[in-house]
Nanobody, 125 residues
Framework: QVQLIESGGGLVQAGGALRLLCVFPGSTLEYHVMAWFRQAPGKEREFVAGISSRGDRISYGDSVKGRFTISRDNAKGTVFLQMDSLQPEDTAVYYC??????????????????WGQGTQVTVSS
């Protein structure tokens, strides 16, 4: 069973920053696209950011462009999401996911077959 483990969530004031960490088994998932999704209460799961297996392709959701940065280190089996200029609308549970592809970053959850348990991010106004 492949496990993805997120950490780094918490409570922050608007304008603040958080850095999320996802640990994944590098030997198993180093050739997979990795991504972050989020889900707020009553809303569908939303694509936040994705990175190709080699890190040469990156994609961001429109609502986070210019504020969030995704990166990965396959040797260490880690994916980071640096979140700056956080706003109350960023409040959600954030999930790390491993995709079915290695180069193409797909935006819908159905294209990701491994998920972490999620970490809560709360931004106060």
């Amino acid at each position: 069973q492949v496990q993805l483990i997120e950490s780094g969530g918490g409570l922050v004031q608007a304008g603040g920053a958080l850095r999320l960490l996802c640990v994944f088994p590098g030997s198993t998932l180093e050739y997979h696209v990795m991504a972050w999704f989020r889900q707020a209460p009553g809303k569908e799961r939303e694509f936040v950011a994705g990175i190709s297996s080699r890190g040469d392709r990156i994609s961001y959701g429109d609502s986070v462009k210019g504020r969030f940065t995704i990166s990965r280190d396959n040797a260490k089996g880690t994916v980071f999401l640096q979140m700056d200029s956080l706003q109350p609308e960023d409040t959600a549970v954030y999930y790390c996911a491993a995709g079915l592809t290695y180069g193409t970053i797909l935006l819908t959850p159905v294209n990701y077959n491994y998920w972490g348990q999620g970490t809560q991010v709360t931004v106060s106004s």
